[in-house]
């Protein structure tokens, strides 16, 4: 079974709007870890941020902004007032309690148009 | 500070040939990973080290395929013969596991472009 589902494939929206990237994910385990990354066109990987799965506080970084909610098992990234410098492929990821692995999504490609 | 760094950033090469790709993780960090990312199949996880320890390498797609981590600032990847399907990105990355069940995060390389004609 798929751990990370990134049901959105691409996405294009146009500049100064705001666009949310869903991310659910699957687990037994009670601890475990989540993460977004950002894949600009140049090609590297960026980490954004990880969070811990004891901590369900909603996250703000300027206008990055994580909703993260274990009762529907997701962990959806916001931008606000996008610019065309977020064109990104972006990537859910999970790591669970039993070892350091992180799985990626299949990311979603996002598109901001001027 | 220096990240990740790989060597080299783009290799062509024909099939048959061995090709190596080298990675120097950043200092402190006691986790190594080697990923493949395509289209098709987008970021796979090949291979993770461990204080120099391969802990998974199910990941590996045949025998092709071997890695080595013989100390903690330095790894490689070696496939042995190339086939044009081999072509891909190759990530390494790496990050600190400080052994208490607490995962952080990775931290990449530029990945290095490996083209098989």
């Known amino acids: 079974a798929q751990k990370v589902t990134q049901a959105q494939t691409e996405i294009s929206v146009v500049e100064k709007e705001d666009v949310t990237l869903d991310c659910v994910y699957e687990?037994?385990?009670?601890?475990?870890?989540l993460f977004w990354y950002k894949q600009p066109p140049s090609g590297e990987l960026v980490f954004l941020i990880r969070?811990?799965?004891?901590?369900?506080q909603n996250e703000i970084s300027g206008r990055y902004s994580w909703n993260f909610q274990k009762s529907t098992s997701s962990f959806n990234f916001t931008i606000t007032a996008s610019q065309v410098v977020d064109s990104a492929v972006y990537f859910c990821?999970?790591?669970?309690?039993?070892?350091?692995?992180?799985?990626f999504g299949k990311g979603t490609r996002l598109h901001i148009l001027p | 500070d220096a990240g990740v760094i790989q060597s080299p950033r783009h290799e062509v090469t024909e099939m048959g040939q061995e090709v190596t790709l080298r990675c120097k993780p950043i200092?402190?960090?006691?986790?190594l990973f080697w990923y493949r990312q395509t289209m098709m199949r987008g970021l796979e996880l090949l291979i993770y080290?461990?204080?120099?320890?391969?802990?998974?390498d199910s990941g590996m797609p045949e025998d092709r395929f071997s890695a080595k981590m013989p100390n903690a600032s330095f790894s490689t990847l070696k496939i042995q013969p190339s086939e044009p399907r081999d072509s891909a990105v190759y990530f390494c990355?790496?990050?600190?596991?400080?052994?208490?069940?607490?995962?952080?995060?990775?931290?990449f390389g530029p990945g290095t472009r490996l083209t098989v004609t």
């Open positions: 990821a999970l790591s669970e309690n039993r070892d350091d692995k992180i799985i």
């Open positions: 969070r811990n799965s004891f901590d369900e």
């Open positions: 990355a790496s990050s600190y596991t400080p052994g208490t069940g607490t995962t952080y995060e990775q931290y």
């Open positions: 080290f461990n204080n120099n320890v391969p802990i998974d």
């Open positions: 200092s402190g960090h006691n986790s």
């Open positions: 687990t037994r385990d009670t601890t475990y870890y």
